[in-house]
């Protein structure tokens, strides 16, 4: 059962928070800054490594805006999580929404990325498969942007009948927050576009620089997922890479301890974990075992994907 956060238990670390989302910005900045001024691959491809690391740690400030755990006042909270997104850049409201029908539908028939069913198309599991584990993912999500404000009639279910997540996401997307996600989508098209015209910036090195975050962010958006237990709460394992690097991410490693747990804010997981769930894997032996790719299966696990994510 899912201990239920309290006040007086587990509280927000709200000061905390605030301090991490300027150092993230400040952080931002300077890299977007020494973007502008690279002279040599090199220079990019290690500007590259520091926003996926920064990057990776925004995601992970988005993260506890997505379960409520950024800030206790609920409207603070989600400004705070649409002004981070930008710097995805996506929809929060659209993010958001993914990320509570993944806990809905974890390692169940609708979301094992992994594995394929009789009457799946096996061609297009193995493709989206190997779209997440390359930054493929990333992109795809880099251009809802774009869709939801030039073709929103491509929002409905029949569109995407070749893919049963896909289609079932779609489906169960709340259409209060259409406008809502179509506004945010403009803003992080405005807020990159004014970003690259005003610091100057070459376009390719942008690519080239965001694109560490993009890859790495979706490389390790099934990794910790990959061949677990077919639960939807136990469907998860708690991975590490080194201690900086997994304090920068937010603890977000400790991914069985949140599922177990999700309404407890990142600097508890680790005391959690260790008392709860200590085994812990090496991430990128885990991201490697990845490319031998999905596998059939005659077992079927059936999770709640279904109804709007309207809270």
Request: with cysteine.
């Amino acid at each position: 059962m899912t201990p239920r956060r309290t006040e007086h238990a587990y509280p927000i670390p709200t000061r905390l928070n605030l301090a991490i989302i300027a150092a993230q910005l400040l952080a931002l900045a300077g890299i977007f800054f020494a973007t502008a001024h690279a002279a040599a691959t090199w220079q990019l491809l290690l500007l590259a490594c520091a926003m996926a690391v920064v990057g990776n740690s925004v995601y992970s400030i988005i993260h506890e805006a997505e379960h409520r755990m950024l800030h206790p006042r609920q409207e603070i909270n989600d400004a705070l999580g649409i002004v981070m997104a930008l710097l995805f850049p996506a929809p929060y409201h659209l993010l958001r929404q993914g990320h509570l029908c993944h806990h809905r539908a974890n390692r169940s028939d609708d979301e094992a990325f992994d594995l394929y069913f009789d009457g799946d198309r096996p061609v297009v599991k193995w493709l989206k498969f190997y779209s997440i584990i390359t930054g493929v993912y990333w992109w795809a999500v880099v251009a809802v942007n774009f869709l939801v404000l030039l073709f929103p009639f491509l929002l409905k279910r029949r569109y995407y009948e070749f893919d049963n997540h896909l289609a079932k996401f779609v489906e169960v997307l709340d259409p209060r927050y259409t406008r809502m996600i179509q506004a945010e989508a403009l803003a992080a098209i405005a807020l990159h576009a004014l970003i690259v015209l005003g610091l100057q910036i070459p376009l390719m090195s942008y690519a080239i620089v965001y694109f560490g975050f993009g890859f790495t962010w979706s490389a390790m958006q099934y990794v910790h997922h990959f061949g677990a237990e077919r639960d939807v709460l136990a469907g998860a394992r708690n991975l590490w890479v080194l201690a900086p690097l997994d304090a920068a991410w937010l603890h977000h490693n400790w991914h069985l301890t949140h599922h177990k747990q999700p309404t407890i804010p990142w600097v508890y997981l680790p005391s959690l974990g260790r008392t709860q769930d200590p085994r812990r894997e090496f991430l990128p032996w885990h991201y490697l075992r990845m490319w031998r790719g999905p596998r059939h299966t005659d077992e079927h696990v059936h999770g709640a994907f279904e109804g709007p994510v309207s809270k």
